[in-house]
T-cell receptor, first 110, second 113 residues
Framework: DAKTTQPNSMESNEEEPVHLPCNHS???????IHWYRQLPSQGPEYVIH???SNVNNRMASLAIAEDRKSSTLILHRATLRDAAVYYC???????????FGDGTTLTVKP | EAQVTQNPRYLITVTGKKLTVTCSQN?????MSWYRQDPGLGLRQIYY???????DKGDVPEGYKVSRKEKRNFPLILESPSPNQTSLYFC????????????FGPGTRLTVL
């Protein structure tokens, strides 16, 4: 199964942009890249997803490398409420499985 | 309110005593899934269901059973729990498939003594 690799932890200052990287060098052509985040004591929640093109929504932006072997989740202005574990996962089109990695713990400093 | 509910939220039990964790969604979703979360191991998928009466194994199915007799419910069954099944369990659902946004329940913290 295709796997993702993320840094264990990252820090950011409040009000500054945050770039969370994800490597997925074994991605196949039809795998979607999804990002979820998990706030303390809660279940994961959806952030954004994409296939090939960069994507924007009200929460974040997703930048996907041209070769699709890596992607970056961008939080444009981090707030204290963005402190969470961020998961980058590959969703395989032709299988029902959904495999999360270990995620990146984001700490936001005031 | 659209939501995924799990019961119980907390459970302490003993080795070998059969238990069921219930999961219910009110969004008419086709896809449902169970995950377990352990420190340092992230979220791992146990079982998933693409539709009523259709279930399949995830990455860590050993020691678990599921059933999907109705669209809204997807119970997780531990026939003979063991201490290595002590974990935080999450149920999730999505509109059609795993490609759609998954909505997670609040979690069930299980301790097996």
């Amino acid at each position: 199964d295709a796997k993702t690799t993320q840094p264990n932890s990252m820090e950011s200052n409040e009000e500054e942009p945050v770039h969370l990287p994800c490597n997925h060098s074994t991605i196949s052509g039809t795998d979607y890249i999804h990002w979820y985040r998990q706030l303390p004591s809660q279940g994961p929640e959806y952030v954004i997803h994409g296939l090939t093109s960069n994507v924007n929504n009200r929460m974040a932006s997703l930048a996907i490398a041209e070769d699709r072997k890596s992607s970056t989740l961008i939080l444009h202005r981090a707030t204290l409420r963005d402190a969470a574990v961020y998961y980058c996962i590959l969703i395989v089109t032709n299988a029902g499985k959904s495999t999360f990695g270990d995620g990146t713990t984001l700490t936001v400093k005031p | 309110e659209a939501q995924v509910t799990q019961n119980p939220r907390y459970l302490i039990t003993v080795t070998g005593k059969k238990l069921t964790v219930t999961c219910s969604q009110n969004m008419n979703h086709e896809y449902m899934s169970w995950y377990r979360q352990d420190p340092g191991l992230g979220l791992r998928q146990i079982y998933y269901s693409m539709n009523v009466e259709v279930t399949d194994k995830g990455d860590v199915p050993e020691g678990y059973k599921v059933s999907r007799k109705e669209k809204r419910n997807f119970p997780l069954i531990l026939e003979s729990p063991s201490p290595n099944q002590t974990s935080l369990y999450f149920c999730a659902s999505s509109r059609q498939t795993q490609l759609d946004t998954q909505y997670f329940g609040p979690g069930t913290r299980l301790t097996v003594l």
